[in-house]
Nanobody, 122 residues
Framework: QVQVAESGGGLVQAGGSLRLSCAAT????????ADWYRQTPGNQRELVAS???????DYVDSVKGRFTVSRGNTKNTVYLQMNSLKPEDTAVYYC????????????????WGQGIQVTVSS
């Protein structure tokens, strides 16, 4: 089994930066992809950034040019560098890791973290 945990959230002023970390423990051989999502109260979870097979692939338009997803030295760690933060970036951020088929995560290899709060003050 795999456990996923986020860290690095907190409160920051608009224009500031934060780096979120996502670390997986356990059977990390079942991981070849990671995503960052975010969610605000009353809204659906939004895909922010995707990372596939060691290469960052896509970002939601609202964060392009400001957020960067990268992998650590081992494949069980993924980062989300968030620069030029805006109040509208305030949300709970979730990390998802698993085995990506090319179009979806295999259900038995699909792991989520508990989420971490990011608050950007104006």
């Amino acid at each position: 089994q795999v456990q996923v945990a986020e860290s690095g959230g907190g409160l920051v002023q608009a224009g500031g930066s934060l780096r979120l970390s996502c670390a997986a423990t356990g059977n990390i051989f079942s991981i070849n992809a990671a995503d960052w999502y975010r969610q605000t109260p009353g809204n659906q979870r939004e895909l922010v950034a995707s990372f596939r097979n060691g290469v960052s692939t896509d970002y939601v338009d609202s964060v392009k040019g400001r957020f960067t997803v990268s992998r650590g030295n081992t494949k069980n760690t993924v980062y989300l560098q968030m620069n030029s933060l805006k109040p509208e970036d305030t949300a709970v951020y979730y990390c998802r890791m698993g085995y990506w088929s090319g179009t979806y995560y295999y259900r038995e290899y699909d792991y989520w973290g508990q989420g971490i709060q990011v608050t950007v003050s104006s």
